[in-house]
């Protein structure tokens, strides 16, 4: 029976806790995208000609696209399996990891090449004064308040984020959450940019946007290699790609437990939210059976709500390339 997207992922029957920290991620990302919006405007109202800020005003550009990433991802992965897509849709969270961090990767090097031309230039970008009810006040203390406006939300829901990644075991959430987190550097380094001009320190803004893009490139570089080796299939790791996940060894622990299991083989990996589990397993006997086969397949789902398809086979040897099954 097809199930309506958000209570499942693919196959699998969210727990109640999973279905209610995806409505709260979910809500979360909205937020943050309309307090995005309202940034980018504002910074664009404001920037002027200050290399930092425009840097900035980009930076708030690319924030968007992990949210909507993770919007899109989350409902195309609750779509059940399908002739045209038999394993489910759950890739799709993998490729919009991957795109969020090819664009952060990509503007990344123009921002550096910019803001590093402009510094090697000696660019002087001036401030001048804005009239704001009728009355002339200096540019740069709009553009600190909208900096601290920037900085301060983004890090608030950043660290709400990062429990519901962990949670959903997803990596585009974990990425936005981080790079939300680190949003307050953004904004200081701008503030600090636009002081420097003000006190007549002209490479202090190149310098701060400088900084802004090796940030913006770090961030990229680093889920741009998390994507891609998501994508080649290696071995499930937990959510900020730090380890390997735990899952792994729990399955193997499970399967050296079995006194009919002779040897065994496991294969794990992310498939965005879920994990595949492959098990290949020589018989202590020679003879398999299918009660005992359906019941280690029953108990290693019963691991984790993330443990969605497993397939245990028996073979009569484990050595590479044998596949005649065992009899």
Request: charged fraction near 15%.
């Given at each position: 029976m097809t199930s309506r997207a958000g209570t499942h992922f693919g196959r699998t029957e969210l727990p109640e806790e999973l279905k209610s920290a995806l409505r709260r991620a979910r809500r979360l990302e909205?937020?943050?995208?309309?307090?995005?919006?309202?940034?980018?405007?504002?910074?664009?109202?404001?920037?002027?000609?200050?290399?930092?800020?425009k840097a900035a005003w980009i930076e708030d550009m690319l924030s968007l696209i992990p949210p909507?990433?993770?919007?899109?991802?989350?409902?195309?992965?609750?779509?059940?399996?399908?002739?045209?897509?038999?394993?489910?849709?759950?890739?799709?969270?993998?490729?919009?990891h991957l795109v969020?961090?090819?664009?952060?990767?990509?503007?990344?090097?123009?921002?550096?090449?910019?803001?590093?031309?402009?510094?090697?230039?000696?660019?002087?970008?001036?401030?001048?004064?804005?009239?704001?009810?009728?009355?002339?006040?200096?540019?740069?203390?709009?553009?600190?308040?909208?900096?601290?406006?920037?900085g301060i939300g983004p890090v608030i829901l950043g660290r709400m984020k990062l429990p519901l990644a962990e949670q959903l075991h997803d990596k585009v959430l974990h990425a936005d959450a981080d790079m939300n987190k680190a949003d307050w550097m953004t904004g200081a380094g701008a503030i600090l940019g636009v002081l420097g001009i003000g006190i007549g320190l002209w490479w202090a803004d190149a310098a701060a946007a400088l900084f802004i893009s090796v940030s913006i490139l770090r961030d990229g570089w680093g889920n741009v290699q998390h994507a891609v080796t998501g994508l080649m299939d290696k071995t499930a790791q937990t959510v900020d790609d730090t380890d390997e996940h735990p899952l792994v060894a729990q399955v193997d622990a499970y399967l050296a437990a079995r006194p009919w299991v002779a040897a065994h083989e496991a294969r794990v990996r992310d498939m965005g939210h879920v994990f595949h589990v492959e098990v290949r397993?020589?018989?202590?006997?020679?003879?398999?059976?299918?009660?005992?086969?359906?019941?280690?397949?029953?108990?290693?789902?019963?691991?984790?709500?993330?443990?969605?398809?497993?397939?245990?086979?028996?073979?009569?040897?484990?050595?590479?390339?044998?596949?005649e099954t065992a009899g």
């Open positions: 909205w937020i943050s995208l309309v307090y995005l919006v309202t940034g980018v405007v504002l910074v664009a109202l404001v920037m002027g000609s200050s290399q930092a800020m909507i990433a993770f919007l899109v991802g989350a409902r195309m992965a609750g779509r059940s399996p399908d002739r045209d897509y038999p394993f489910g849709r759950h890739r799709s969270v993998a490729v919009g969020a961090a090819v664009a952060l990767l990509s503007m990344g090097l123009f921002l550096v090449y910019d803001s590093g031309t402009g510094l090697v230039t000696g660019d002087h970008p001036p401030i001048g004064t804005m009239r704001i009810f009728g009355e002339a006040v200096w540019a740069g203390w709009p553009m600190i308040a909208v900096m601290v406006y920037t397993f020589v018989p202590t006997d020679g003879q398999v059976e299918m009660a005992r086969v359906h019941q280690a397949v029953e108990d290693l789902r019963a691991m984790d709500w993330k443990l969605d398809d497993i397939t245990v086979a028996p073979v009569r040897t484990l050595e590479e390339g044998e596949t």
